[in-house]
């Protein structure tokens, strides 16, 4: 069943989800579903964010008798260093990725694994960063760029390089507000000091120190993933491809990347082209290798090599119990520790392999930048070796697939943009003509729609029923990370979609010849659309607040995803939540968040678990923005 140009419904999909399920109950497999009726209701006291546990004289909860704990810290003080802590969590762990990407970069070489893709960014990189180039050899160039960038993660005095590529106004902000974000690591560790027992209670303190901790991710750590990845990998260009697990292919050999780190995909996907590896696979009776991704490594090389995307977050049990999977291949973040169990149900190795994510019931093949070529070797040799233990009877693969279209970086779009100016003035090369579009209403704004998904939501609902609201309403969607799978899932990022949205949208669309909802990448590539909402602010001559732009993360739920969220909001961007972080139980702390911080950065988060609510609400804003600007 191809959704051409079509697009799935929910019971559609469902239905055959529901096989899947059925599979596992057969086989004893614990799956999600499951885990989540014997987890719930879950823990009022977490829920709202008001248990300590940070010193041995507790834990302690707050309630109406105890309003403080042992030591007299009272809700909003818990609350608000809960908050700090998971976004310190979320900054650390996008700013590692984004360390790891700068260490591939300085292990770049002609001849070794890694090599230099994208010469005119890294150049332009180099430049901004005063970097010299002149007459130098472009890997020596890599090499100090590489350096620099590892080196602003400890970086001793100033604020982090890439806020130059901010707008002034919000440079501006950031610096009157202290909330500029300086060494990486120092913030994460700032932020944990200010956590410890005895230090930071008033909420104020912590809620700044919040939207510092994320602006060291998304203007920081997650900068460096995304632009050094381009230049090691190449800046992403439209590309078509295919969604949902109908891509995993019953006489393949069929190998699963999963997690974020492209340093791994990149070279199994080129490994699994590899002559000797592709001969192996014919004489173990396979027809070829076939790869397929989950979660942002999928939107990694989706985007780059057109890779099929079999799935996102929680998905990725599901593309197990096809029991057609040869190898789940991890390297960081967002991997359940149920596929180790869940993958001795059937005959699927489970291999991880970074140090960072170390999962029982795995063989942990250590890949390293140093010794990439033989470690994918090796992996994928042992993914086709394993193909003979396959019960191809047992099969089950979804007849579900759609056609996508990945790969919009920000110069993908001002390159689309150049096919459809028909100003007067020269405007190539620049968002002029997006503005034009926004400011004659032809557009009414934009929605950056990101995130996870999360089975407090029914899956993938929040985010789907929410787009097609948003496209019908004229509002274009940049999307990443699971956000970007579900739309693809559903058929949402075929340029066929076009019949679903209003007119207006068509129309652009149609002229720009690009899908209604844009991939953009994975989570660290929402430094991507940071970039692109200063890039059309200068252009159009306001500041970021202004711009009938907001965020959205209806089903979001890792730690990462606060970090995002703070910096997105500090970059100007009013932020919907469909999930509501653990801070209820402060009416300070949300307070601040929902509207305090309006004052210091001017945009602010607005929580609302009804769907539908939450779309009202953001063409509401949307609306608003327009009016103030007379548009
Ligand atoms: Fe993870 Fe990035 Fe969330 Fe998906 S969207 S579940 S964080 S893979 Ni970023
Ligand atoms: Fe309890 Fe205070 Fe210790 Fe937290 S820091 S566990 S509130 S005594």
């Avoid at 999909?13 to 109950?25: G, N, R, T």
């Avoid at 407090?456 to 699971?482: F, P, T």
Wanted: glycine residues 8%.
């Amino acid at each position: 069943m191809e959704a051409n140009g079509l697009i799935y419904t929910h019971e559609e999909l469902d239905a055959e989800y529901d096989k899947l399920q059925a599979i596992a109950e057969k086989k004893g497999a614990s799956t999600w579903q499951m885990r989540v009726k014997q987890q719930t209701p879950h823990c009022k006291f977490g829920e709202d964010g008001v248990c300590c546990r940070i010193c041995s004289m507790g834990p302690c909860r707050i309630t109406k008798k105890a309003p403080r704990g042992i030591c007299g810290c009272d809700a909003h003080g818990i609350v608000g260093r809960n908050y700090l802590k998971f976004t310190a969590g979320g900054s650390a762990t996008h700013s590692d990725h984004g360390r790891e990407i700068a260490h591939t970069l300085y292990c770049a070489s002609p001849d070794g694994a890694y090599h230099v893709k994208d010469e005119a960014k890294l150049l332009s990189i180099a430049k901004r960063w005063g970097i010299e180039t002149e007459g130098k050899d472009i890997y020596d160039v890599a090499h100090e760029v590489a350096f620099a960038g590892l080196s602003e993660y400890g970086k001793v005095f100033g604020y982090q390089n890439w806020i130059k590529d901010a707008s002034p106004e919000r440079q501006k902000t950031w610096e009157e507000q202290e909330i500029a974000p300086r060494a990486v690591d120092r913030e994460v560790s700032h932020a944990l000091h200010m956590t410890h027992m005895g230090c930071s209670s008033l909420p104020e303190a912590l809620i700044r120190q919040s939207l510092r901790c994320g602006l060291a991710d998304g203007w920081g750590g997650s900068m460096t993933g995304t632009q050094f990845s381009d230049v090691l990998f190449g800046t992403p260009m439209p590309i078509d491809t295919e969604a949902n697990l109908g891509v995993i292919k019953k006489d393949y050999v069929n190998i699963i990347v999963h997690g974020h780190d492209p340093s791994l995909s990149e070279m199994i996907v080129e490994y699994a082209e590899n002559k000797e590896l592709v001969a192996l696979a014919h004489e173990v009776g396979a027809k070829g290798i076939n790869i397929a991704g989950v979660c942002c490594t999928s939107n990694e090389v989706a985007m780059r090599h057109g890779i099929p995307m079999a799935g996102n977050f929680l998905q990725q049990e599901n593309i197990v119990l096809t029991g057609a999977i040869e190898a789940v291949v991890v390297d960081v973040q967002c991997i359940f520790p149920a596929l180790g169990p869940l993958s001795k149900c059937f005959h699927t190795k489970f291999i991880t392999t970074n140090d960072a994510a170390r999962i029982p019931d795995s063989d942990f093949i250590r890949f390293e930048a140093e010794t990439a070529a033989e470690n994918a070797y090796k992996i994928v040799k042992e993914a086709v070796e394993n193909f003979k233990n396959r019960d191809q009877e047992a099969v089950y693969i979804p007849d579900l697939k759609t056609k996508a279209t990945a790969g919009y970086s920000c110069e993908a779009i001002i390159k689309q943009l150049d096919t459809v100016t028909n100003s007067q003035v020269d405007v190539t090369g620049t968002y002029q003509p997006l503005v034009d579009c926004i400011t004659s209403g032809v557009l009414r704004g934009a929605v950056a729609m990101v995130g996870c998904n999360n089975p407090k939501v029914r899956s993938d609902r929040g985010h789907i029923d929410l787009m097609k609201k948003l496209l019908a309403n004229d509002i274009v969607l940049v999307l990443s990370g699971c956000s970007a799978q579900a739309a693809a899932r559903y058929g949402l990022m075929s340029k066929d979609a076009k019949a679903i949205c209003g007119d207006g949208l068509k129309r652009v669309c149609t002229l720009a010849d690009i899908p209604p909802v844009l991939h953009m990448g994975s989570c660290v590539d929402i430094s991507r659309m940071m970039n692109l909402v200063c890039d059309v602010a200068v252009q159009w001559g306001i500041d970021t607040p202004q711009l009938p732009v907001v965020g959205c993360a209806p089903e979001w739920m890792s730690e990462k995803a606060v970090s995002i969220g703070n910096y997105v909001v500090a970059t100007g961007i009013d932020t919907f939540l469909g999930v509501v972080p653990y801070v209820n139980g402060s009416e300070e702390v949300k307070e601040l968040l929902t509207n305090g911080i309006r004052d210091w950065v001017g945009a602010a988060f607005t929580y609302e678990t009804d769907m539908e609510k939450l779309g009202d609400l953001m063409i509401e804003r949307i609306e608003e923005k327009r009016l103030a600007l007379g548009i």
